[in-house]
């Protein structure tokens, strides 16, 4: 496929024994980041049937864009299993980085988890196997969740 | 893999001898047959990653059932001296004493299966999977705080269980050491509306009969007492509660020791100084997870009990045999080269598997030894064994704990259709109520590896002997 092909797709899954590895795409690292998020949310339920009926916001800091990645994920988890909260859609998402501090901010659409089909518990993120592969214009982000 | 030397010792155990920077060598437990499994991934790698870590005693050990994981393979055990060595997350899993539980009843398989269906319905609404279909339960902060402080004696207090359900428990369902105050707010909110639910992936719920017993006498201790007797197996954990702490305590461990994150070849095999505070603090929040997860399993026997009762009637009784976790750390005191050291052996997706006379294990057990329970993959057979004292020569007193997977969940769900599966296992008179198909085709028995192998090596090696094969009725599975 490529990287145009790529981007339609938002992300893929690869195989990996026990577990989920997927790749995000997007033209910079704030569109991987939230197509990573929905792969994320892919795992555990259908996103495109998800209504973007309820509004979360998140700040989230970290010292380096891969703890910035895998704490933006957490957060993800965290709002599925303390809210019963799926994301829908992203309304916004901010990102900045100065030497040793990445700052995200985002506005997070989506609905009651109790109103869909739950394929899966997504239970951590883990570093293993995690990449951001920025080319010109291409931001790859590949993550393995433990399920 | 190709650079790893493997010596055959045995039909059922292997090593790889102590070299470069080992400080132990590595002892796998394996018949041929597995041995090929294992060396299509990196499990290993990752049992000789682990023999380097500081403080290891004897060996590296590899069960059975091992396959890569997150640093640490799944199916190994690591002894760390308390003093001079480490505690590693990664070692224990994120899933904190995920574990199984077997209750037996005064019902035989032809008074179940032609309630099958209604039986499994009502467990479905009993003992949800938690995200999506709630738990029945939601704990205020105190209560959470007293859950993981002393576990299901908690709930036996508010008439849900029993004594007997707390003596027949692992460790009487609580690890002293549990500290809730160093538990993050984060892991309690994940885990506030959990109690009495069992997750996702290969956790399941199975009503089951007595196919074969191999011990007739150890199994009539274990209240196994003819085939065809009904039985339930129960498989879960600590939920979002127990998998916040680990991510928590990771995360803790790599930003105080950046210095050994540097040194390792993997970052999932952070570890505190055994004798450092984050040690400390991590193996407190360790046990108030554990206890969380007993507490859950706890809940989910008297919901099972609860269900039986409506359908079959109040004459149905069902006793809990055992409760084993099979992603911890304990305290133990173990004989190495001839001395007695105390460790934390890390079993991380390993059962313990004392034998007779063994002050850990209820009275009940002590001319037997404690039980173990192996899952099998859905629709195949599980195992009752015992444990030995030849396991606390040669594993630390541990043997395997499932099937370990072959295949990833991105394949299986190519592979199998979760819809033909059912139907096959339903052909098989075995009935799957599940949250969702792909629930069913991920957890597809070819994705996983041989059972029946894994108990075999098991009991030739001595380390967890054979009392009884058990084969699905109806599962029920998030």
């Given at each position: 496929m490529d990287k145009k092909e790529l981007l339609e797709k938002r992300f893929e899954f690869f195989d990996h024994t026990a577990d989920a590895l997927f790749r995000a795409y997007g033209r910079d690292l704030i569109e991987a980041f939230s197509n990573a998020a929905f792969a994320l949310s892919a795992i555990m339920t259908d996103i495109e049937l998800v209504s973007p009926n309820r509004k979360r916001r998140l700040v989230v800091e970290s010292k380096n864009e891969e703890s910035l990645l895998y704490d933006f994920l957490e957060e993800i988890i965290y709002l599925i299993d303390a809210e019963n909260f799926f994301l829908s859609k992203i309304a916004e998402l901010k990102i900045s980085c100065q030497a040793f501090k990445c700052r995200l901010e985002a506005e997070l659409l989506g609905d009651d988890a109790s109103n869909y089909t739950v394929y899966a518990i997504v239970k951590a993120i883990t570093y293993n196997e995690m990449l951001i592969i920025k080319e010109p214009g291409f931001v790859t982000v590949q993550v393995v969740p433990d399920l | 893999m190709s650079d790893i030397i493997t010596k055959k010792i045995n039909d059922f155990s292997y090593l790889v001898e102590k070299s470069k920077d080992m400080n132990v060598p590595v002892k796998i437990f394996a018949s041929k047959e597995l041995m090929k499994d294992m060396e299509k991934d990196r499990c290993i790698e990752q049992g000789i990653n682990v023999s380097k870590?500081?403080?290891?005693?004897?060996f590296s050990l590899m069960m059975p059932d091992a396959h890569q994981g997150y640093g640490f393979s799944i199916g190994g055990v690591a002894a760390m001296d308390c003093e001079t060595g480490c505690i590693s997350p990664g070692g224990i899993g994120f899933d904190i004493n995920c574990g199984v539980r077997l209750l037996t009843s005064n019902l035989e398989k032809n008074d179940v299966y032609p309630k099958i269906i209604e039986l499994l319905n009502e467990l479905y609404n009993n003992v949800p999977p938690g995200v999506g279909k709630k738990s029945l339960f939601k704990l205020t902060d105190d209560e959470l705080d007293e859950v993981m402080k002393r576990g299901p004696a908690w709930t036996v207090e508010r008439k849900l269980g029993t004594n007997k359900d707390l003596e027949n428990c692992e460790s009487n369902g609580y690890l002293k050491g549990a500290k809730p105050e160093k538990v993050s707010q984060k892991a309690k909110n994940r885990g506030r509306s959990q109690l009495g639910t069992l997750g996702s992936g290969n956790h399941f719920l199975e009503i089951q009969y007595v196919d074969k017993i191999f011990d007739s006498g150890i199994a009539k201790a274990f209240g196994i007492k003819n085939e065809g007797q009904v039985v339930v197996l129960i498989h879960c954990g600590s939920r979002g509660l127990g998998h916040q702490v680990c991510s928590d305590y990771l995360r803790a461990m790599e930003d105080e020791f950046p210095e050994i994150v540097k040194e390792l070849p993997e970052k999932n095999l952070i570890y505190a100084p055994a004798k450092s505070k984050l040690a400390k603090d991590y193996f407190a929040a360790m046990c108030a997870a554990a206890n969380f997860a007993w507490t859950n399993r706890h809940i989910i026997g008297h919901q099972t009990r609860l269900s039986f009762k409506k359908i079959f009637g109040k004459g149905v009784k069902l006793n809990t045999v055992y409760d084993v976790a099979h992603n911890i750390a304990k305290k133990e005191i173990h004989e190495v080269d001839g001395e007695n050291v105390n460790v934390y052996v890390h079993r991380k997706g390993a059962t313990r598997a004392f034998g007779p006379n063994?002050?850990?294990?209820p009275k009940k057990y002590q001319k037997t030894g404690q039980p173990i329970f192996i899952p099998g993959s859905m629709g195949t057979s599980s195992y009752v064994l015992v444990g030995t004292q030849h396991a606390m020569k040669e594993s630390f007193g541990s043997t395997a704990h499932g099937a370990g997977r072959l295949m990833s969940r991105h394949r299986a769900n190519l592979e199998f259709k979760g819809q033909t599966l059912k139907d096959q296992l339903e052909k098989n008179k075995i009935y799957v109520k599940a949250a969702s198909m792909r629930g069913i085709s991920e957890e597809a028995?070819?994705?996983?590896?041989?059972v029946d192998e894994v108990v075999k090596v098991s009991h030739d090696a001595g380390i967890g002997k054979l009392v009884a094969r058990l084969k699905p009725i109806g599962v029920i599975k998030g």
């Open positions: - | 870590l500081p403080g290891i005693k004897g063994n002050p850990e294990i028995p070819n994705a996983y590896k041989d």
